[in-house]
């Protein structure tokens, strides 16, 4: 079952640095205002709820969906239809400790409009 990110609440998180919305639900893409990036959270293997990669979409070990109000760039999967990006979970994952809706978000965070070379660089 996917959820409706309109009527959801999120915890705050900063991801690579960057201010996003964060859910440990499925969130329906079809949801997700115009304007607005939605990425799926994969967590360790070790199941110690960490989360270390971000993708399109994630099937094993989903820890989640994150929103932000800009692109981040992910490489390519050879062998799937989709992108990824590992993250360290001690250096590029932070819980702020709020929780906000989509619509709280949108206002404190305005969708950027980025053309894809200007999208946030690889580290």
Known sequence: MRVNAMTEQFEDVTVLGHPM???CLRVDRDTVPEGLYMYEVR???DQQGEPVQIGNWIMVNHW???ISNKPLRLEPSP???NAYRDIDPEEDWNYEGTVTTVKEYMEKHPPVLHK???QEPVR
């Open 64 to 66: 989640g969906t994150i």
């Open 79 to 81: 062998n799937r239809n």
């Open 21 to 23: 919305i964060f859910t």
């Open 43 to 45: 967590h360790d293997d």
């Open 116 to 118: 894809e070379k200007e």
